[in-house]
């Protein structure tokens, strides 16, 4: 069975750092490697949102909101994605979930809490 398993959330305080992990088990390797990963957030009251999505030998895709401060990237061999935060505030603040186009599947999600 597949399964994504987000972790690497917390708490920190504003212009802190976070790196969130996001591993895939169950996946077979060649699937993995095509797949498009994509790390959500959703904070209370708003609706799930794309914070960036990473494709194997394509551009990777940021927000607008997080480009200069977060980073995605992936090891495939490791069946992981992974989010640097860096530059934190406040309005980070939100569950961050990550999701295979290829199962349309989504992870647990973790919490992130950014303080000022």
């Known amino acids: 069975q597949v399964q994504l398993v987000e972790s690497g959330g917390g708490a920190v305080q504003a212009g802190g750092s976070l790196r969130l992990s996001c591993k895939a088990s169950g996946m077979i390797l060649s699937v993995f490697w095509s797949d498009t990963i994509g790390w959500y957030r959703q904070a209370p009251g708003n609706e799930r949102e794309l914070v960036a999505s990473?494709?194997?030998?394509?551009?990777?895709i940021h927000q607008d909101s997080v480009k200069g401060r977060f980073t995605i990237s992936r090891d495939n061999t490791r069946r992981t994605v992974y989010l640097q935060m860096d530059g934190l505030k406040p309005e980070d603040t939100a569950v961050y979930y990550c999701?295979?186009?290829?199962?349309?599947?989504w992870g647990q999600g973790t919490q992130v809490t950014v303080s000022s």
């Open positions: 999701h295979s186009a290829a199962r349309q599947l």
């Open positions: 990473i494709t194997s030998g394509t551009p990777t």
